[in-house]
């Protein structure tokens, strides 16, 4: 018989490259993997593994165990699912990756609810990027991701994930306090905070400068977190654009005006795990801190 955790670490391996990248992924040593890789091997009764240097490569055999270990894993979770959803219970764990204006506004509130309704129920909270988090949905890493959406682009929408709309935001421009510009066209020539390369907020900040005025930006910082940007713009440093959970109209050294721009945050759910009444419980307090927000 083979080991679905070991399944899963195969998957991993194919999907991340080395014994190293899959240890750090999932907070086991080098040496667990490679064991737990060698145990599946003998399971399996074919070689799956070929050195090629010093890193593992994939076997054919191997290949078609992993196709099959995402079927399987499927299957169990949504079995695991459905005993849950039969025994009624709000128990056990959830795994929650979020960015971080959303962890603060809408996951924060979320567990206070939660820790009340069901003392049971065990919520586990990961900070990451929007990306981050929808590729760790994918990858079986967390069980609820909140993303994000700008203006008419949509992300992805693979099969199997269930998207639901959490909280719709205005997007402002944020400017030093006093700084004479209205529009966004009006800054082709000004110093810009923005994401790291690939991020969903330096998607929008090309975007939306294209848009506006069809220059590029001249991007002289980048950093991940929205309060830095926040206070790169108040020290007089930088324009940028700031979602209104990043609070940027509380910080009185900055001018904040509209763009017209709109960013959606959703909830996103693999569908074999929809049944589980603690995952429902999740969704239900999140849009609640959401409606708190109006």
Do not use: K
């Not at 459905?82 to 204006?101: D, I, K, L, N």
């Not at 909140?146 to 205005?170: A, H, K, M, N, S």
């Not at 998607?203 to 790169?232: E, K, Q, S, W, Y």
């Amino acid at each position: 018989m083979l080991d679905l955790r070991r399944l899963r670490l195969l998957r991993e391996l194919h999907a991340r490259g080395t014994i190293a990248a899959v240890a750090e992924a999932l907070s086991y040593s080098p040496s667990t993997v490679s064991h737990q890789l060698s145990e599946l091997q003998r399971e399996a009764g074919v070689p799956l593994f070929e050195r090629d240097g010093r890193r593992l490569r994939l076997t054919e055999a191997a290949h078609v165990l992993v196709g099959h270990a995402d079927v399987l894993l499927t299957r169990m979770e949504l079995a695991e699912a459905e005993m849950a959803a039969a025994a009624g219970a709000v128990a056990g764990t959830v795994r929650v990756s979020a960015f971080q204006t959303a962890a603060i506004s809408l996951v924060a509130p979320a567990l206070a609810r939660l820790a009340d309704r069901h003392p049971e129920l065990r919520l586990e909270v990961t900070e990451v990027e929007p990306d981050q988090a929808f590729d760790a949905l994918l990858r079986r890493e967390c069980d609820l991701a909140i993303c994000d959406e700008y203006g008419g682009q949509r992300r992805p929408r693979p099969r199997g994930l269930t998207f639901e709309e959490l909280y719709v935001e205005r997007v402002r421009l944020v400017l030093p306090r006093g700084h004479p510009a209205t529009r966004l066209r009006d800054l082709s020539e000004a110093a810009w905070a923005g994401g790291q390369p690939g991020t969903s907020h330096d998607r929008l900040l090309m975007l939306a400068c294209t848009n506006a005025g069809g220059f590029v930006p001249d991007i002289r910082h980048r950093t991940t977190d929205l309060l830095v940007l926040l206070a790169l713009v108040a020290t007089g440093g930088a324009v940028t654009l700031l979602p209104d959970l990043s609070r940027p109209e509380r910080e009185p050294s900055v001018t904040v005006r509209d763009t017209g721009i709109s960013r959606r945050v959703l909830t996103v759910v693999r569908n074999d795990g929809l049944a589980r009444p603690a995952l429902t419980a999740v969704r239900t307090a999140l849009n609640e801190a959401a409606s708190d927000l109006g």
